[in-house]
């Protein structure tokens, strides 16, 4: 677990909201827009210090309805000032914890999740300034006069909050554009201006920012889909299946369960192919509800190009364990005509149980032929089957 404090804005006016006041306390289910944003940083273990930056003349209010909601967590507020980036820089004069990581968020962005938070806390113990960004999916054109440039999208990302960084670090950036008049849109890009690398911590397309009036009714349609998906009363186990084929090609590694197999084809796909981990974190996620690995790794993205399947299996793992479940047990099937895979069973086992860190007594693997029928039987490619029974804890 890595500790680290969160400024989170609300000092803003939200004038493209068009609302005749702060949006932040427009109401989204029922609910201040604040509330929601708050009560993410409030529900994470990782987060030690919450400053909220309000408006001066709003302080009252916020106050009253810090007050009276279910935030659990001390809330220090502090009075921004005519621009965000003034905001921010009240916001980190009022940090006292100046040895972590200081998280900088939007108010107006309440649908971030705790695993970005935790990736990109993890990547800022790392590398000192992070934030979250998403690939831009539209085409974008640079209007210079009556003039249109062409942007190449595959450079290009879409900055979102938190963004996150050490604490003198930020510190600094923000006291030199100060002295230098230099105002930029968000914290990274000061930063950036001190010639420091700012890494991306890839982000999820939910989290928006609530900007214009058909943001509320997409945040209104997105908290009631949430509330459609949740399972008020989840059941003490939930049960999962993967399954998955990759072709077996000449010129490819032969990676099973996390294991270099000695073959002479190797298995063909976007990622390293591992046909085993892949079903396994099919299972997983298809135990919480959550989709399949396509879903939150698309072989559209470049990210994922050779990628580590141990590397994919872990993220999900975290995913689950946010959902509050651990592993009951979990029993596989390779099914492969070749290689003979009688000698890598206890290795993949131990490598398994070693990516979700639980005891290897809880993981089965076997593997069959198909007595020479069909696909497999034919070696063209390799199948993979899972079940898993994951267990909630927080109902025991
Ligand atoms: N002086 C400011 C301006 C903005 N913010 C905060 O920064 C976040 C992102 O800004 P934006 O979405 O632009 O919010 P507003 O400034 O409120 O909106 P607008 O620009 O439409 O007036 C918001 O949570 C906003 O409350 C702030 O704390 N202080
Ligand atoms: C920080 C930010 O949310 C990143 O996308 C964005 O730049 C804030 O801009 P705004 O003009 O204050 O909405």
């Known amino acids: 677990m ?6 989170i804005l609300a000092a803003g006016q939200g004038k493209r909201m068009l609302a005749g006041r702060n949006k932040q306390f427009l109401l989204i289910d029922q609910q201040p827009l604040i509330l929601h944003t708050l009560s993410v940083f409030d529900a994470d273990d990782w987060c030690e210090e919450i400053v909220l930056v309000t408006n001066e003349r709003e302080r009252s209010e916020m106050e009253a309805l810090l007050a009276s909601s279910p935030i659990n967590k001390d809330v220090r507020l502090v009075d921004g000032g005519a621009e965000r980036q003034d905001s921010v820089f009240e916001g980190l004069k009022a940090i006292r914890h100046t040895e ?13 999740k705790a695993d970005r938070l935790h990736e990109l806390a993890e ?6 300034a992070a934030l979250l960004a998403v690939p831009v999916t539209d085409t974008i054109k640079q209007k210079q006069g009556n003039h249109l440039t062409t942007l190449d999208r595959k450079t290009l990302w879409a900055a979102q909050t938190p963004q996150a960084f050490s604490y003198p670090l930020i510190h600094k950036a923000h006291q030199e554009a100060r002295e230098r008049g230099y105002y930029g849109t968000d914290d990274a890009s000061l930063v950036e201006q001190l010639g ?10 939910d989290n928006i920012k609530l900007t214009t009036p058909e943001d509320l009714h997409k945040a209104e349609s997105y908290v009631k889909n949430q509330r459609e998906r949740k399972v008020e009363d989840p059941s003490m186990f939930r049960i999962g299946q993967g399954f998955d084929v990759h072709q077996l090609t000449e010129g490819r590694k032969c990676i099973i369960g996390g294991v270099e197999i000695p073959y002479e084809k190797g298995l063909l796909g976007h990622s390293d192919a591992d046909v085993l981990l892949h079903t396994v974190a099919d299972a997983c996620l298809g135990a919480i509800g959550e989709g399949d690995i396509g879903k939150h790794f698309p072989d559209t993205d470049a990210e994922f190009k050779d990628a580590d399947s141990g590397k994919l299996l872990q993220h ?7 959902r509050g479940y651990t592993l009951g047990n979990m029993d596989c099937t390779v099914i492969a005509q070749a290689p003979k895979m009688a000698p890598y069973i206890e290795e993949i086992q131990s490598n398994i149980a070693r990516l979700l860190d639980v005891e290897v007594g809880r993981i089965n693997v076997k593997a069959t032929t198909t007595e020479k029928l069909g696909f497999t039987g034919r070696k063209e490619g390799i199948a993979a089957q899972a079940v898993v029974l994951l267990q909630n804890n927080q109902q025991s």
Do not use: N
């Open 316 to 322: 999900v793992w975290t995913i689950v364990k946010e």
């Open 100 to 112: 972590l990581p200081v998280f900088i968020h939007d108010g107006a962005r309440p649908f971030v």
């Open 123 to 128: 990547c800022t113990s790392e590398k000192q």
């Open 2 to 7: 890595i500790k680290y404090t969160a400024i």
């Open 196 to 205: 420091k690398e700012v890494a991306i911590v890839k982000g999820s397309y």
